[in-house]
C-alpha cells in the first residue's frame, strides 16, 4: 500500500535526519521506559500489540490481517500522531533527558517495525535496518534483519489502560474531523468550543 510506504519512510527520513545533526548514539545508556512521558509510553505499548498480532496472524498465515494492523499503526499513530506531537522534542537545541528519551523511543520502534516487516517487505526492510543498526558492533549485531529473531512482545511494555485511553483519544479526533470536513471547516480554524457526551 502506497501510504503505508510513503509513511513509514518520512518516519524513517526525520528520524534518520534529526539523529545525524544531533549524533544520536543509539548504544548510549537508556532512559528508563518508566520515567518517559505518556506518549512515548503508548507508542511502546501499542508497538507490543503490534508484535502480538503479528506473530498471531502470520502464524495463521493471515498476513492481511497483519498488514492492515501495521498500516494503522504507522500511518496514524506513529506518523500522524506521535511523530508531529513530538516534533518540538527532537528540534531542541540542547541536549537532555526527555530528547533523548524521544530518540531512544522512536529507534525502538523503527528497529523493531524492520524486524517485523522483513518477510513482507524484505528489501526495505534491509536496507532501514542496515542504516539504524549500523552504529551498533557487528558483534552484538546480526549482519542482516532477515538473520535476527523475529520480534516477542515485551510484556512489561503494555499498558492496557494507556492504551485504551489514547485509543479513545484518537476515535474523538477522527470524529472531530469527519464533523469538520462535513461542516467545512478548515482545520487550522479555530473551535469556539468541543462539547463531547458521556
Given at each position: 500500500?502506497?501510504?503505508?510506504?510513503?509513511?513509514?519512510?518520512?518516519?524513517y527520513a526525520f528520524f534518520c535526519n534529526y539523529a545525524r545533526l544531533d549524533a544520536f548514539d543509539p548504544a548510549?545508556?537508556?532512559v528508563p521506559v518508566s520515567e518517559r512521558p505518556d506518549i512515548d509510553r503508548w507508542i511502546l505499548s501499542d508497538l507490543q500489540r503490534l508484535v502480538e498480532t503479528a506473530r498471531r496472524k502470520l502464524e495463521d498465515f493471515d498476513?492481511?490481517?497483519f498488514c492492515l494492523a501495521a498500516e494503522t499503526?504507522?500511518?496514524d499513530k506513529l506518523s500522524n500522531w506521535y511523530v508531529r506531537r513530538n516534533r518540538r522534542r527532537f528540534w531542541k537545541s540542547e541536549k537532555s533527558v526527555d530528547k533523548l528519551a524521544a530518540y531512544q523511543t522512536l529507534h525502538t520502534v523503527l528497529t523493531t517495525l524492520t524486524r517485523l516487516f522483513a518477510p513482507i517487505m524484505p528489501f526495505l526492510s534491509e536496507s532501514m535496518y542496515q542504516n539504524l543498526e549500523g552504529a551498533t558492533g557487528a558483534a552484538v549485531r546480526a549482519p542482516s534483519v532477515?538473520?535476527?529473531d523475529f520480534p516477542r512482545p515485551d510484556e512489561t511494555l503494555i499498558d492496557t489502560a494507556l492504551s485504551a485511553d489514547m485509543e479513545a483519544l484518537l476515535r474523538l479526533v477522527s470524529l472531530g474531523l469527519s464533523i469538520r470536513n462535513a461542516v467545512k471547516i478548515k482545520v487550522r480554524q479555530p473551535l469556539a468550543e468541543i462539547r463531547?457526551?458521556?
Amino acid at each position: 500500500r502506497n501510504r503505508f510506504v510513503f509513511k513509514l519512510w518520512n518516519t524513517y527520513a526525520f528520524f534518520c535526519n534529526y539523529a545525524r545533526l544531533d549524533a544520536f548514539d543509539p548504544a548510549a545508556a537508556p532512559v528508563p521506559v518508566s520515567e518517559r512521558p505518556d506518549i512515548d509510553r503508548w507508542i511502546l505499548s501499542d508497538l507490543q500489540r503490534l508484535v502480538e498480532t503479528a506473530r498471531r496472524k502470520l502464524e495463521d498465515f493471515d498476513a492481511m490481517t497483519f498488514c492492515l494492523a501495521a498500516e494503522t499503526y504507522v500511518a496514524d499513530k506513529l506518523s500522524n500522531w506521535y511523530v508531529r506531537r513530538n516534533r518540538r522534542r527532537f528540534w531542541k537545541s540542547e541536549k537532555s533527558v526527555d530528547k533523548l528519551a524521544a530518540y531512544q523511543t522512536l529507534h525502538t520502534v523503527l528497529t523493531t517495525l524492520t524486524r517485523l516487516f522483513a518477510p513482507i517487505m524484505p528489501f526495505l526492510s534491509e536496507s532501514m535496518y542496515q542504516n539504524l543498526e549500523g552504529a551498533t558492533g557487528a558483534a552484538v549485531r546480526a549482519p542482516s534483519v532477515h538473520l535476527c529473531d523475529f520480534p516477542r512482545p515485551d510484556e512489561t511494555l503494555i499498558d492496557t489502560a494507556l492504551s485504551a485511553d489514547m485509543e479513545a483519544l484518537l476515535r474523538l479526533v477522527s470524529l472531530g474531523l469527519s464533523i469538520r470536513n462535513a461542516v467545512k471547516i478548515k482545520v487550522r480554524q479555530p473551535l469556539a468550543e468541543i462539547r463531547i457526551l458521556p
